[in-house]
């Protein structure tokens, strides 16, 4: 019982952390068609600015001993994902992913790859290749006892944050004027055009909300791990399983394929650890298989 | 200048080829053991990017063939780990290509219902299954500490240890020249010229009254079976095995290579292969922190201002005249594709 309690919370936190890196990768493949490999380089970089920020900040660590109140860690890791999701993201999508917008799914593919090992190496030569650790934000915040389980709290803070991110993006796409131009230049992109939308503008917006997301994940779950060079690696693969799982360019499909990868990943890791990454990978085979877009993808209309 | 320009100078005809075969030959012994351990890994791997290259030429990229590299490389490091008599070059490379076409044959069946990103991402998923295999079943594979392949002869030969790099230089090359061979046979026929209708025009090729996943599945089957045939060379060569080249990072760089050498050519993948090895052994001896960078940029600046890749300026280079404005009427070039 308590270790299926435990299975459970690790389920969902873990969730909240593949929904926070998936979801803008997922946004921008439904407006765009394009999948963003630097997308993990997004959340690296919102991670490494995040933690940086924080120890810089607050040098006394988890005393909490600085100028500032420590409460306003909280803050900073919010405005590191900002400050990453609203210059790079843009920038990256007006130099260089523009070019080559014309030219079908794979070469933006290879060309944000390429991007994706540039951005490795210059958090590397930014933040240097030693871990930083930052968990003043983590350990401030406790712990508590659930069903007579010892739990730390910040987790519940990171599933906080992927809700209201998860939230605010859906009231976004389907509240505002923004909203409606996105949707139809997802509907189609010539016709919104030719109504006078500026389809460029809109693909820019959408890429700086996407990389806001994938920062916004980094900047959070800093405080949790150490944060090391080649964190971007790993997370983009994970992204791309959660994505497929959910169905490409569906941000709802994103949180039901992380809360299913996340809950499986968490039985693995406590029944049979040796099958902690294969279970993921097992998983979106199958549902590719059985539904060659994911579950939550669209039909393809086939051109002649 | 006439004289470097020419005609026919640059122009890889079979002429040409045969004598920059013989170089190949002719120098290895004369040059440093490390320019010939680099020439020969580039050439193991080239072999895996040319299995990129015929998918790519039907639109497909598998962003996934890290999984035959790792099935060859496995297939001879588990067999010599059980116990193999024969500890022969030549058997542990029929066994690693053996084993990763049998692979392909049943992921095939598959894959080549998908097309596009899903192709890329299910080929993804697929060999991220046979890394965490490789990592976690550590009574099996050693998990990441790896295993050594040590091989005892080549083809019955057994070399002393001072000839083994150049043996084994030797040993790739031809197989290398082989296969290189064999794609081309392939490309050049019926299917090949499928393969090619399939990048404009699937639909069409159907309506045609010929077999699309058919096509695609051969196609993938001599893919993997080159996979795993650079895998099992690069195993033997480097001698030590790691699950991380079933990675998915080392599946980016096949494609990488592919890119930067071109698709115009059998040879493209080579030359690609060769160039690249090249720049990150002096990238990383330079400045090892960001080796990375550098080779992200020279991709960049492929996919941005040469979409054909090395090859595709070599071709332009070779047929302009000097004096000329207007590109001569095309010519026959030995083994090279014309779109």
Known sequence: MEQL????????????????????????????????????????????????????????????????????????????????????????????IRRVADRGEVIPLILTFALFLILDDVMKLIWGVNPLLADLPYSMLGSVSLAGVNYPRYPFLLTGVAALAGGLLWLIVNRTRFGKLVISVIADR???????????????????????????????IAPMISVVPGISIEVIILAFAVTTIGGLGSVGGAAIGALLVGVLRAAAVHYAPEFDLFVIYALMTLILLVKPRGLFGGVEVRRI | MKLL????????????????????????????????????????????????VLLLRGDLVSFGHGLYYAAGAYAAGLALRAGLPVR???????????????????????????????????????????????????????????????????????????????????FVLALTVGAVYVAYRLTASPLGYLMRAIYDN?????????????????????????????????????????????????????????????????????????????????????????????????????????????????????????GETAPRKERRWALSWRR
Do not use: C
């Open chain 2, 88 to 170: 022969d070059a030549a058997v542990l490379v029929l066994l690693g290509v053996v084993v990763s076409t049998a692979l392909a044959a049943i992921v095939g069946l598959f894959l080549a219902r998908y097309r596009g990103i899903f192709f890329g991402m299910l080929s993804v998923a697929f060999s991220m299954i046979l890394y965490s295999l490789l990592l976690k079943l550590y009574w099996l594979t050693g998990g990441t500490d790896g295993l050594s392949v040590r091989v005892s002869s080549i083809f019955g030969l057994q070399p002393g240890a001072e000839y083994l790099r150049l043996a084994q230089y030797y």
């Open chain 2, 202 to 322: 699937e639909i069409r090729v159907e309506y045609m009254g010929a077999s699309v996943r058919r096509a695609i599945y051969r196609t993938y089957l001599l893919s993997g079976a080159l996979g795993g045939l650079g895998g099992a060379l690069t195993a033997i060569t480097v001698g030590h095995i790691a699950p991380d080249l079933a990675y998915w990072t080392v599946s980016g760089e096949f494609v990488f290579v592919a890119l930067l050498g071109g698709t115009g050519s059998v040879l493209a993948p080579l030359l690609g292969s060769v160039v690249f090895e090249f720049v990150r052994n002096y990238a990383f001896k330079l400045s090892p922190y960001t080796w990375q960078l550098l080779l992200g940029s020279v991709l960049l600046v492929v996919i941005l201002f040469a979409p054909g890749g090395l090859w595709s300026i070599f071709e332009r280079l070779a047929r302009r005249e000097p």
């Open chain 1, 5 to 96: 309690a435990i299975v459970g919370l690790d389920g969902l936190v873990f969730a909240s952390y593949l929904f926070l890196v998936s979801a803008g990768l997922t946004f921008i493949y439904g407006v765009m068609r394009i999948l963003n490999v630097a997308h993990g380089s997004l959340y690296g970089l919102g991670a490494y600015l995040g933690a940086w920020l924080v120890l810089r900040l607050w040098p006394g660590g988890t005393s909490g001993q600085g100028p500032l109140n420590p409460a306003l860690s909280y803050v900073v890791l919010l405005l590191a994902a900002l400050l990453v999701g609203l210059t790079v993201g843009p920038f990256l999508e007006r130099v260089f």
């Open chain 2, 5 to 52: 320009y020419g005609r026919g100078w640059l122009l890889p005809g079979r002429g040409w080829l045969l004598v920059g075969l013989f170089l190949l030959i002719a120098v290895a012994p004369f040059i440093p053991g490390w320019l010939v351990f680099l020439l020969t890994i580039a050439f193991a791997k080239g072999l895996v990017v040319l299995g990129v």
């Open chain 1, 190 to 220: 010539e016709v919104s055009s030719a109504l006078g939308i500026n389809v460029p503008r809109i693909y820019t917006f959408a890429f700086a909300l996407g990389a806001v997301m994938a920062a916004l994940g980094g900047a959070f």
